[in-house]
């Protein structure tokens, strides 16, 4: 039985954790990013991947800093490293210990997408396919060989958080369908075509902000590949007003500026976007407030969305 150290940290990794142990390979150690304040009380929270791996009476590391402290894993002479979503860079010293070498679940079509957040971009770029790749590392980031890869469809009505779970159970399978030949090389590596790189680093701050300039089919784009985290933006009234869902729509028998709340009915207000588009809003989060359905926030009354507001101003 070949010895494997797993490395990962947040919900995108348990299922290929789960995985693992399911089909009794030999988790020798479990490595994740140290526990964290969480919360609006910053309760101190173990990772999902900490949780699962407790479950199962497996051995946890947690290194602060991993290049300063990794002599534990080169000792325990792994015969191969899993990493998934781990955050954190693995050292030379142990990217060249396991006989086997590190392996990585990567939530893209590479090279497309390399980064920490392939998901969002893939939505936010209006891509109708993504999936996954299994790849040796690399100490370049997501440069290294392919080694599997399987696509996952995206659907109209997916978001960030119905793809993280589609490309998690798919990457669990595909990682579970890769080791056998892996260990057996039977699989010939293929090196990432530089020319075709794309890049999704983690999401800044003033990409969550909506750019109502853009035509509505980019901006439900935009809005989806925020949803349910970190959510898209604007502003209302000066306010920010966190914006959870919107459909493109049919064009109505009025327009009006750019950001314009030009009609509103009983579940939702309609924008005026670019391209002479519009987007009508469904779902909301006024500043100070809960997430709701603007229906549920027109009942309290209906002045609180306002024809003529430009939103964004």
């Not at 314009?260 to 009508?280: L, P, T, W």
Request: proline fraction near 6%; include cysteine.
């Amino acid at each position: 039985m070949k010895r494997i150290v797993f490395m990962g940290t947040p919900d995108f990794a348990v299922p290929v954790l789960q995985k693992l142990l399911e089909l009794n390979y030999d988790i020798v150690l479990v490595v994740t990013q140290p526990d964290r304040p969480k919360g609006r009380k910053k309760v101190i929270t173990p990772p999902p991947v900490k949780e699962e791996a407790i479950k199962h009476n497996l051995e946890v590391f947690q290194p602060e800093k991993l290049r300063d402290d990794f002599k534990m894993i080169i000792d325990l002479k792994p015969d191969l490293i899993v990493t998934a979503a781990y955050g954190q860079i693995l050292p030379r010293e142990i990217l060249e210990s396991p006989s086997y070498g590190c392996i990585n679940v990567h939530a893209s079509l590479l090279p497309e997408l390399r980064g920490g957040a392939p998901i969002h971009y893939a939505i936010m770029q209006g891509k109708d396919v993504t999936g996954v790749t299994i790849m040796y590392m690399a100490e370049k980031l997501d440069a290294g060989d392919i080694l599997t890869q399987v696509e996952v469809p995206i659907e109209q009505d997916d978001h960030v958080g119905t793809m993280h779970d589609k490309l998690s159970q798919a990457g669990a399978n595909l990682l579970i369908e890769t080791l056998p030949s892996l260990f057996n090389n039977e699989i010939t590596p293929r090196k990432q075509d530089e020319s075709l790189v794309t890049f999704a680093s983690n999401i800044k701050r003033e990409e969550e902000r909506i750019d109502w300039s853009k035509s509505a089919k980019e901006i439900v784009n935009h809005i989806r590949g925020l949803h349910p985290w970190p959510v898209a933006f604007t502003t209302y009234e000066g306010q920010v007003m966190k914006i959870w869902w919107g459909e493109e729509t049919s064009p109505l028998n009025k327009s009006g500026n750019i950001g314009e709340i030009i009609e509103k009915d009983s579940n939702g207000f309609y924008v005026q976007c670019g391209n002479k588009s519009i987007v009508k809003i469904s779902e909301i989060q006024p500043a100070g407030k809960k997430r709701m359905l603007v229906e549920d926030y027109l009942k309290g009354s209906q002045d609180r969305i306002k024809l003529g507001v430009k939103l964004g101003d």
